[in-house]
């Protein structure tokens, strides 16, 4: 489970970076843990900071997988950094969790590669094509991560 997808060097402008856009994804990071959304394809993910310890709280769009497994794209926007989310995930894998229409569940993260990633990246630009330009604007490959719901007491190794 290698979280190794490298920054790049160039791409969008990368998001998060001021008051308003924080604002704004803490109001709808409250409104979809409370209510969900109506085409049901967005959860808040919830990790621990890798330097600061402390949980946080990041709205993202999710993709359907095999089983009860969900897919999600650390695409920044097509910035040329991962998301800070994707840090997170790679420091404390073992206490994520997603949130969405007042559901709470336990989550193991994994990055995928190869053939693994390629499938479900064909899969993600079917269905949402903003995400292929994401990939057009930055040099970095954008990682895809597969949540996997934990079972009660299952715990990262």
Do not use: C
């Not at 709205?59 to 920044?76: C, H, M, N, Q």
């Not at 420091?91 to 053939?115: I, K, Y």
């Amino acid at each position: 489970m290698a979280f190794d997808t490298p920054n790049g060097t160039r791409g969008a402008r990368q998001p998060g970076h001021n008051r308003l856009e924080r604002w704004g994804n803490q109001r709808m990071a409250d409104r979809i843990r409370r209510k969900g959304t109506r085409p049901g394809d967005k959860l808040v993910l919830v990790t621990v900071g890798k330097k600061t310890g402390l949980e946080r709280m990041t709205p993202v769009r999710w993709f359907p997988a095999e089983g009860d497994t969900k897919l999600i794209v650390a695409s920044a926007s097509g910035g040329p950094r991962n998301p800070a989310w994707y840090y997170n995930l790679a420091a404390h894998p073992d206490r994520v969790r997603v949130e969405f229409a007042g559901q709470r569940v336990e989550v193991t993260p994994e990055q995928l590669h190869g053939a693994d990633r390629d499938n479900a990246w064909r899969q993600i630009t079917t269905q949402a094509s903003g995400f292929a330009r994401y990939e057009r604007i930055t040099d970095r490959q954008i990682p895809v991560i597969r949540l996997t719901p934990r079972t009660r007491g299952e715990r990262e190794t």
